[in-house]
């Protein structure tokens, strides 16, 4: 079965995490801290912090700002459920705002329509991978702060965009509070984890606290037990990375730009293949920007067909992610969405990761035109 996701491990991974279990060192220390150092320097941004999760960090980055009983947050409903339940864990409440029809990324003329006095901030994603239009995005903050008065505050999660590019730059270093996932079947994968980029020195700092119950690791004590905390000003959470997944990603990143090389050369092939064909739509992307498509989707005629029949040829296809805002857990926030309604019935992921062969790919090509053929003459 050709698989939609499979974890990448670089061949020194093993020999490296095995020097970490060694070591004596396997919480937070300095592999946390060499790990860090490669990112900045991989992203030319300073302010990068790992966590254990992507989650962690898209509670920290909610809880950072310092929102209020009654404020809202607009957000995508289509996503993972990781996106909107930090939301939730700080007890904000969630408007959702529609999908555009055109990229399944967040509509911005929809989310302009819905900004209030309770709006405080929007949390986007890049579906796929591929950029969000953040040019329009930073017309609608001063749209806000025109209207409204305030500024409004930009959380973007960049779970499926490692390595993805907007206007020559590496999304999450625009200046928004941008959160990654590194968990197992992601670009980077450090087992599982995440992390967080802040725009500030300050926010760094503030974010540094935070993810390890507000304690300072470097200024632990100033009394003669280095063992005792000192004061907690703002209590945090257990949200830091550890040595042994900090290596794993040391060993993994040297690998991400050929990596995304090969994903984009088979997009590439399925561009070329599969435009102009009737009962297939293809996504379209920003302009300057570039996709790291951790995942591919494209729109199908007859979905629930298409995915027995690409089963039955060995070819793993998916949605990949449910829509949120059917969950009862939010049942209060529900809203008419009729975009999105529209594009779960055709959108569907095919696979295009590093792993796929030029073999593969001419496969998954055929197959789907075999598909199209057979339903079209119908």
């Known amino acids: 079965m050709l698989s939609l996701f499979k974890v990448f491990m670089s061949n020194e991974a093993p020999r490296q995490v095995s020097e970490t279990l060694r070591s004596g060192m396997i919480t937070q220390s300095s592999k946390v801290e060499e790990y860090e150092k490669n990112l900045q320097e991989w992203f030319n941004w300073p302010y990068i912090l790992s966590l254990n999760s992507a989650t962690a960090g898209l509670t920290i980055a909610v809880r950072m700002l310092d929102l209020h009983p009654g404020d809202e947050i607009l957000s995508t409903p289509l996503t993972c459920t990781a996106t909107n339940w930090p939301i939730l864990a700080n007890g904000v409440a969630i408007k959702w705002v529609d999908v555009d029809l055109k990229t399944c990324n967040m509509d911005l003329d929809d ?3 819905k900004i209030s006095e309770k709006t405080k901030a929007v949390m986007l994603v890049h ?3 591929s950029p969000i239009d953040l040019e329009k995005l930073f017309s609608i903050k001063k749209y806000t702060l025109a209207t409204f008065g305030f500024e409004l505050k930009v959380i973007e999660d960049c779970a499926h965009a490692f390595g993805a590019e907007y206007k020559g730059k590496k999304i999450g270093t625009h200046g928004n509070t941008c959160v990654f996932s590194t968990q197992a079947i992601k670009h980077l994968t ?3 984890g995440g992390l967080i980029f802040l725009p500030d020195k300050s926010s760094y700092d503030r974010a540094k606290l935070l993810r390890w119950y507000g304690i300072s690791r470097e200024q632990r004590s100033s009394g003669k037990d280095f063992r005792l905390e000192n004061d907690v000003a703002e209590w945090g959470y257990k949200a830091h990375m550890n040595d042994i997944n900090a290596t794993i990603g040391i060993s993994n990143l040297p690998y991400m730009n050929e990596n995304l090389r090969k994903i984009r050369d088979n997009v590439d092939f399925y561009d070329r293949c599969l435009r102009g064909i009737d009962g297939i739509t293809l996504l379209e992307q ?7 498509y ?7 005629k007859n979905k629930p067909e298409f995915i027995d029949f690409m089963k039955e040829h060995n070819i793993m296809t998916s949605q990949v992610h449910n829509r949120n805002d059917t969950h009862s857990c939010v049942n209060e926030f529900k809203s008419q969405l009729p975009q999105l309604d529209e594009l779960e019935k055709s959108i569907i992921c095919i696979p295009c990761g590093w792993w796929i062969t030029d073999k593969d790919r001419v496969h998954i090509v055929n ?5 199209m053929s057979k339903y079209n003459s119908l």
């Open 286 to 292: 920003v302009p300057d920007s570039l996709s790291a």
């Open 190 to 192: 450090t087992g599982d």
């Open 294 to 300: 951790w995942i591919f989707t494209i729109k199908v």
């Open 127 to 129: 579906w796929g991978g």
């Open 367 to 371: 197959t789907i035109k075999m598909f």
């Open 111 to 113: 989310l302009k329509s």
